[in-house]
């Protein structure tokens, strides 16, 4: 007998903070609890949902229909990722990546809410279905050349397609959705395709012969897009996705997907900066399905050197990072000893408080430089280091696997 397995993924922009934060929140959150109440779900996977608040709001308006649910709890202001289901939740992990932004960007926030790869197992009547859901750094940039955190997202695709790859062999089923931030073109979107064999749920149902549909953010038809993205982006862009695979002697059918482009009803707002990803899929066991999906091993290595090369760009850039943070240090504490053994003013004066004043901010700055140098660009420049010898011991292994068929 076929078990329903409808998905929602959503980025719910729900970001509480001054002057920065999300807008409209309230207001959206309880429109989101009336959308996913009225609509047939199985699973909903939220990101960016911080706040205990929201998060229990929106437990309370979804317990009838949702018993299970966890929350990704972690870092300073956690994860943001939430799932809802229908099914049991019977186990839970979470993997946090080991390369996720930079303290010292504050306003970026990635570092601090210690984004990863969260699994939940669910048990769909007698199978197994692991879901896994993710929340990848996001673009601060949209022009490539200065997108400083390419190498990042790369770096998480390749760790998350080998969680994937190595956590789901025992399982019936696979499921991976979120929020992404990278486009079908780009290197971290086909390293999880290829090395994790996952199908893309929008792009089997909407196929067309290429990307130019399928919008979940930034598109100019959403009232949270900002004018000035709308000129980098008038389409807007697909980051968006709910990844699938069936296991052996399991069939997954997937019946339709599309992106939730609806407003809040009687008004024009949306309900978040992203539009909703949904995709209807029945799955049941089957003795006579096949065996897991073969691994295209020629496409698989193409990625993978695309994947190096960027990973190779990462460890440049946390390099140069590096020797600018020691620059830093050096100067800050130069002229911060220039300070005190050049100025013997009467204290308690003006420019005897002004010069107190800097040493203070120079101290400061010379121990975050000190930090950022020593601690986290080191520690960047190694972590790209470590996912380039992964990346080698893939290529050989695959080298050695086309010889073989050969």
């Excluded at 939940?120 to 896994?132: F, G, R």
């Excluded at 620059?327 to 100025?343: P, Q, S, W």
Aim: aromatic share 10%.
């Amino acid at each position: 007998m076929e078990s329903s397995l409808n998905v929602l993924t959503m980025n719910v922009w729900g970001v509480r903070m001054p002057i920065l934060g999300s807008k409209l929140i309230d207001q959206r959150i309880s429109a989101i609890a009336e959308l996913v109440n009225k609509n047939n779900y199985d699973v909903v996977i939220f990101q960016e949902l911080f706040d205990s608040k929201d998060q229990v709001a929106l437990s309370c308006k979804l317990i009838d229909s949702f018993p299970h649910t966890h929350s990704f709890h972690g870092s300073w202001i956690g994860t943001g990722l939430v799932v809802f289901s229908r099914y049991p939740i019977v186990e839970t992990m979470f993997h946090a990546y080991p390369v996720n932004g930079h303290a010292h960007k504050i306003f970026h926030g990635d570092w601090y809410a210690g984004k990863g790869c969260a699994l939940a197992v669910l048990k769909v009547n007698e199978l197994t279905i692991n879901l896994y859901i993710t929340h990848m750094h996001a673009r601060y940039n949209l022009k490539k050349e200065l997108d400083e955190y390419a190498g990042h997202r790369a770096h998480q695709a390749l760790y998350l397609s080998q969680f994937i790859k190595h956590t789901s062999s025992s399982c019936d089923a696979v499921l991976a959705a979120g929020d992404f931030n990278s486009t079908p073109n780009e290197v971290a979107y086909k390293v999880i395709r290829s090395n994790a064999v996952l199908d893309d749920a929008w792009l089997l149902k909407n196929m067309d012969g290429s990307h130019t549909r399928g919008y979940t953010s930034d598109t100019p038809g959403n009232c949270f897009t900002p004018p000035s993205v709308t000129a980098e982006l008038p389409e807007g862009q697909r980051i968006d996705y709910i990844f699938y695979r069936a296991n052996e002697q399991t069939a997954l059918r997937l019946e339709s997907s599309r992106v939730l482009t609806d407003k809040i009803p009687g008004t024009d707002i949306d309900y978040s900066d992203h539009y909703g990803l949904e995709a209807k899929m029945f799955v049941k066991r089957s003795l006579t399905a096949g065996q897991v999906p073969n691994l295209d091993v020629g496409v698989r290595q193409g990625c993978l050197k695309d994947i190096s090369l960027v990973l190779d760009e990462g460890a440049k850039r946390a390099r140069s990072s590096k020797y600018y943070y020691f620059v830093t240090m050096i100067l800050c504490l130069m002229v911060l000893l220039l300070c005190r053994e050049r100025y013997t003013g009467n204290a308690g004066n003006f420019l005897h408080t002004l010069l107190e004043m800097l040493q203070g901010v120079l101290a400061v700055m010379s121990g975050l430089s000190l930090w950022t140098w020593f601690i986290t660009c080191i520690c960047e420049e190694n972590e790209f280091r470590a996912a380039k010898g992964h990346v080698e011991k893939l290529l050989k292994a695959g080298s050695v696997s086309r010889v073989k068929k050969e």
